[in-house]
């Protein structure tokens, strides 16, 4: 008689085990401290456990609470762990909606495997997240306040209680969902209560060859917590001082990857070609995360910004080529003497599109405002087409809608 191994059960989004809170807890408003803490989490939150012996067990949603681990679990002394950033987003026509959620999905599932964590079908993670707001989103994101939105944290932690150095036995995905202040409002709030001029964008401080995010070989395309702790230094450092974020830099050529949390984008005419390039450095070398946002502002400008498109719609910005290749803090530098440089920006999730004043390298700033010291509208045009289909004032097959409780 042949033996049958046991079968592994697969993670499963369209069961679950759902206790309900008895003290709802307060919904903070928005611009409040509770809400710029960034953890007031909503009432409920969800939790998958993961055995190597049985695998993915019962989704479970049940009230938000800590987490109980013991002191030994893998996570605490091995970073054996990966996280997502979402959002969801309370459209205009009242519906809630997911941006991309299968790109999360894919993400987290590599990003796992690259933690020695386990994998799963990549399309369940969306289920995951829709029942947590078919549940929190009518009271979290009221349909009285369309165009807000929640952040939502899915993360997979080694849980098991083995100090011993081994991939981890036990496995912990658990899904919350925070309110997160919108920091465009947020600005331009605080700006009519004073008489500052309005921000123009980051200021980016390059980093320098002591510290490096992410090298080839190693993990700094994965979303991972280890990619943070150890340059959070660097990034406190550079808040101290006035800027916004890191720029982080890498090898002897200085190749400019990403900032922060979010990915990098220069708009500049090339010197040779005169030609109009948004460039952005490239996904092969594995130094950057493949970002969501990144990918659609790429298909986006591909699509709505080509030359025959532009031409018929009569746009008053010009077409502009995609290039992914890795770009140098050196030739950042040239085209803004030049005065070739149009326009640089970030990407991200947390942060969405916003424009970059400044980098400083070493000793030196560099404009990267464009001509007459303001951007061109690049990335103003890319964002309200990304604000568009997330809240739903267009359709398109990036949205997943979530159908809620009443
Ligand atoms: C999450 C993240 C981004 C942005 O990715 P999105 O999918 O667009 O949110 C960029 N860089 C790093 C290092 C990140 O962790």
């Known amino acids: 008689m042949g033996s049958t191994a046991p079968t592994k059960a697969e ?9 309900r809170t008895t003290s709802p807890r307060k919904v903070p408003e928005p611009g409040s401290a509770e809400e710029l803490s960034h953890s007031h989490c909503t009432d409920h939150m969800v939790t998958v456990r993961w055995t190597a012996a049985q695998g993915w067990e019962t989704p479970e949603v049940k009230p938000y609470e800590n987490l109980s681990i013991p002191p030994t679990a893998s996570c605490l002394h091995y970073a054996t762990e990966c996280f997502e950033g979402m959002k969801v987003y309370r459209g205009y026509d009242g519906k ?8 999360n999905g894919e993400r987290l599932n590599t990003s796992a495997q690259r933690s020695s964590l386990p994998g799963f079908k990549f399309e369940e993670l969306k289920k995951l997240v829709a029942k947590l707001l078919q549940i929190d989103g009518p009271r979290w994101l009221p349909k009285s306040r369309p165009g807000s939105f929640l952040y939502i944290r899915p993360t997979i932690i ?47 401080f390059a980093s320098t060859p002591d510290a490096i995010r992410a090298w080839p070989g190693g993990f700094g395309w994965a979303k991972l917590g280890a990619n943070y702790g150890p340059s959070l230094q660097a990034h406190g450092k550079a808040q101290a001082m006035g800027f916004d974020q890191i720029l982080w830099l890498f090898g002897e050529d200085r190749q ?10 220069v708009v500049w005419r ?20 493949p970002g969501v946002t990144r990918r659609s502002v790429l298909e986006l400008v591909r699509e709505r910004f080509s030359t025959e498109k532009q031409q018929a719609e009569g746009s008053s910005l010009a077409p502009l080529q995609v290039v992914e290749r890795p770009l140098t803090i050196h030739e950042i530098e040239t085209a803004s003497r030049e005065e070739r440089l149009v326009e640089a920006f970030v990407s991200g999730t947390a942060y969405f599109i916003t424009p970059v004043a400044m980098i400083r390298n070493n000793d030196l700033d560099i404009s990267t405002l464009g001509q007459g010291g303001k951007p061109a509208g690049y990335a103003a045009q890319i964002k309200s087409w990304l604000e568009a289909i997330m809240y739903g004032k267009e359709e398109h097959d990036w949205s997943y809608v979530i159908e809620e409780e009443k």
Do not use: M, Y
């Open 256 to 265: 400019v990857t990403e900032a922060g949390a979010s990915n990098f984008f």
């Open 158 to 204: 080694g849980s098991g209680p083995h100090l011993g150095v081994q991939i981890p036995k036990e496995a912990l995905l658990f899904i919350i969902a925070v309110p997160w202040p919108d920091f465009t409002k947020l600005k331009q709030d605080q700006n009519d209560d004073s008489s500052a001029p309005a921000p123009k964008g980051l200021k980016l």
């Open 270 to 289: 090339n010197a040779q070609s005169n030609q109009l390039e948004l460039v952005t450095a490239p996904l092969e070398s594995q130094l950057i995360l």
């Open 11 to 19: 993670l499963n989004g369209s069961n679950f085990k759902i206790t």
């Open 96 to 103: 809630l909606r997911l941006f991309r959620p299968d790109c």
